[in-house]
Structure formats: structure tokens, C-alpha cells
């Protein structure tokens, strides 16, 4: 791929640019990978959100000048899989199987260098039980070396947002740079996924992993008021279409892909929806009699329409071979770069074909792509296509126009 040119940004094309990361444990260095390419291409994101293993990607980007994030990405994989650096790679069939079993196993046991580490016996015949198997002080240490919060909180600089769940009141939360100052334990929060973590306390209110109620951000960065028209590269680690299993090593891993990936589908499918009416909202009032148009009821109608034009660029890692039950918490660092590369390869494509810069339809609002998919299933790869949330072509039928920015 050192030949990958990635296509010009036209002046053209005035939409600001997000990047929305899944949770996923191990399986987030495909997400990494991902950002490496969109690094060295004219979409820079001003806006990254994440949960989970998402918001720790997050926090390296945000938190690091654009020529090092790439760098600090690195640095944090390559230091929790460091155990398993020695590996071989390029192993295939039952072996390949039974080193991620081994990856997994590990991880169970000993945790991963300055991520997270099991709980000493000291701590469970202590007089307060420990609400986790593990320890994730490792991880505060990594975070405080290498990202700078102060650069996260600065107005100048990339906004971030994580979210995570109020563990008292089971309400979501994101922590958002645009309206409160990020720290550590924020980052934490969004990635403790009970019982392995232990809840984050924030002023006063303790928090677990944001992928109990909802493992995307994306319809945070999407309905967040005031709207700007958004290109939004949606980077999701699990897959909604799949094999049917023949074993129970299969039937636990498809388990997962089908629970984590359907908040993603649900959140797209609804956001088209809602915008659809907004867009229609605002064609209503443009034919509208003043006498009508005027009206109590017509006003409070009018504040919920929007002409923001939305365009999703879907990312999903989909593993070329079975990867098991253990795969978000397999961080065997051959299987890491395996993912990284991926990711990279897969936003390269992306990127080249660019779909985003056709023309968009006169009565469309929403589109959204998925260029891996397309490839997959025989299409061009430049095709413009905008696919569903399900992966079907589908177009509403919406006004172009442009508001709120």
C-alpha cells in the first residue's frame, strides 16, 4: 500500500469531519489502524467520540500534536501487548486457533501491562471485597504519560467525547471537552466493564462502561445541538452479518458480534428517520400561508426541523477467519497488528474510493457508505452507493438544503 494516494479534499465539500469509535476491547487496534490512514489523508477529524476501548483511541488522539498521534497509538498497543511480542506470526489453521486461545487465556490471568491487572488474594480476604476482578491503576499511569489533557481541554483543540453509565441512577453520561474538563478518570469510566472493572468515582457519582446501554456515540455526535453538516467515519469493531455458527466456540463469538454491533444498526436506522421528518418539517413550512406559517403550532413545529446534510462512512472490521470467543480480550500482539493493518488497509480502500464526493441527490439528507461491503458483495468500490444501516441501497426522499451551519 505505499503507493496509497488519498483523494483531494475539493473546497467544495464544507463538512466537518467526525470520528465515532466502538467499544471492543482487544479488537480496538483495528480502530487505530484506521486512524493512520485517515492521518495522512485531507479528513482530520475536529471532532472524535468514543466508549470504551473507543474512548481510550479517543483520548490518545485528542490528547497528542496531529504528527504524534499516530506515534502514541502505537506506543499504547505495543506496551499492553508486550508479553506476547515474541510470538510467531503467519501461523494459520488449528495452530492460529490455539494461539488466540492461548492470547485470551493469558489475558484472564495476568492482565496487560499498564492496562489492567487481576486482584491480589491480599484484596479478596480483605475486610472490604473488591467489586472487580481486576485492577485498572495500571491504566491511569498510561494515560497521564501519554495523552495531555491539558491539550484535550484546550478550546483550540480536537473536541472529545466519551460516554459511560451512572452505575446509582443506570442513566447514560458523556463527558464532552466542548462543556466539562476532561480527566483521566473519565477516559477510565467509559471503559469499565463490570465485573472485570471496577466503577470510576467523578465527582461524587461512580460509572461504568457506556456499553451497557449503548456502544456507539454516534447518535450523540449526530443529534448534538446545533447541527453542523457531518461527514462521520464510524469505526465499529463487530459485525452484524455473520456465518452460522456449527460449534460453541462459534455460537459465543456470533453472540457477540449480534449484541455489540445491533446498537450501531438501531442508532443509524433511527437517525435517518428522525432526520427524514426534520427535513420534511422544513419543507412543510416552506409552502405554508403566512396565516398558518405563523401560527403558535407552526413555530414550536419549526424547532424541530433541520436541513443539516449528514454523510456516514462505515468502518466495520469483519476478521477474515473466525477469531473466537476470546476475541475482545485476546491482545496477543500478533493478532493486534493483524487488526491494525486491517484497519489501515480497509480506510485506504475507503478513502480512495471516496463515495462521499458524488453529487448528492437533490432530495437526500442522510447517506451512508460502506466501501468494504461493496467490495464484498461485487459492487465497485467507487460506485457511489449509499447503503443502509442494514446494508441495503435505500434513499429517502429529503430535501437538500443547509442549516444551523
Known amino acids: 500500500m505505499s503507493d496509497f494516494r488519498p483523494p483531494p479534499h475539493p473546497a467544495s465539500y464544507g463538512k466537518k469531519v467526525g470520528l465515532v469509535l466502538q467499544g471492543g476491547g482487544a479488537l480496538g487496534s483495528y480502530q487505530a489502524g484506521v486512524y493512520e490512514a485517515l492521518a495522512s489523508s485531507p479528513y482530520l477529524p475536529d471532532w472524535v467520540a468514543g466508549i470504551s476501548i473507543g474512548a481510550i483511541n479517543a483520548a490518545l488522539i485528542a490528547g497528542n500534536p496531529p504528527e504524534n498521534r499516530v506515534a502514541q497509538l502505537r506506543r499504547f498497543w505495543e506496551a499492553i501487548t508486550a508479553p506476547t511480542a515474541w510470538w510467531p506470526a503467519g501461523l494459520t489453521g488449528p495452530v492460529a486457533t490455539w494461539q488466540r486461545s492461548t492470547g485470551g487465556l493469558a489475558a484472564i490471568m495476568f492482565g496487560q501491562p499498564g492496562f489492567f491487572a487481576p486482584r491480589t488474594l491480599r484484596e479478596w480476604f480483605s475486610p472490604t ?206 493478532t493486534m497488528n493483524n487488526r491494525w493493518q486491517q484497519g489501515l488497509s480497509d480506510a485506504r480502500t475507503t478513502l480512495q474510493a471516496a463515495p462521499w464526493l458524488a453529487p448528492t441527490p437533490q432530495d437526500v439528507g442522510v447517506r451512508v457508505f460502506d466501501v468494504m461491503h461493496d467490495i464484498l458483495v461485487g459492487k465497485s468500490k467507487a460506485a457511489p452507493q449509499a447503503t443502509s444501516p442494514m446494508e441495503e441501497v435505500s434513499t429517502p426522499d429529503l430535501q437538500q438544503k443547509r442549516k444551523h451551519g
Open 129 to 334: 471485597m473488591p467489586t472487580s476482578y481486576y485492577s485498572t491503576v495500571a491504566l491511569k499511569e498510561t494515560l497521564e504519560q501519554l495523552v495531555d489533557f491539558d491539550r484535550i481541554n484546550n478550546a483550540k483543540g480536537i473536541r472529545i467525547s466519551v460516554g459511560a453509565v451512572n452505575v446509582r441512577t443506570g442513566r447514560f453520561a458523556y463527558f464532552d471537552s466542548a462543556e466539562i474538563a476532561i480527566r483521566p478518570e473519565h477516559v477510565m469510566a467509559s471503559g469499565s466493564l463490570p465485573p472485570g472493572f471496577p466503577p470510576v468515582e467523578i465527582d461524587g457519582e461512580y460509572y461504568w462502561d457506556g456499553g451497557l446501554v449503548s456502544n456507539t456515540p454516534l447518535q450523540y455526535v449526530l443529534d448534538y445541538y446545533p447541527r453542523r453538516s457531518r461527514l462521520t467515519f464510524q469505526v465499529d469493531v463487530f459485525q452484524g452479518r455473520g456465518q452460522l455458527p456449527t460449534n460453541l466456540e462459534e455460537v459465543s463469538e456470533r453472540d457477540k458480534d449480534i449484541r455489540f454491533s445491533s446498537r450501531t444498526r438501531i442508532t443509524t436506522d433511527n437517525f435517518r428517520q428522525k432526520h427524514e421528518v426534520r427535513h420534511a418539517i422544513e419543507e412543510l413550512m416552506e409552502i405554508l400561508p403566512p396565516e398558518l406559517r405563523n401560527t403558535e403550532q407552526a413555530n414550536r413545529l419549526y424547532q424541530f426541523g433541520c436541513v443539516t446534510e449528514m454523510d456516514i462512512v462505515q468502518l466495520i472490521y469483519r476478521p477474515h477467519e473466525p477469531q473466537g470467543a476470546c476475541k475482545d480480550y485476546e491482545f496477543s500482539r500478533v
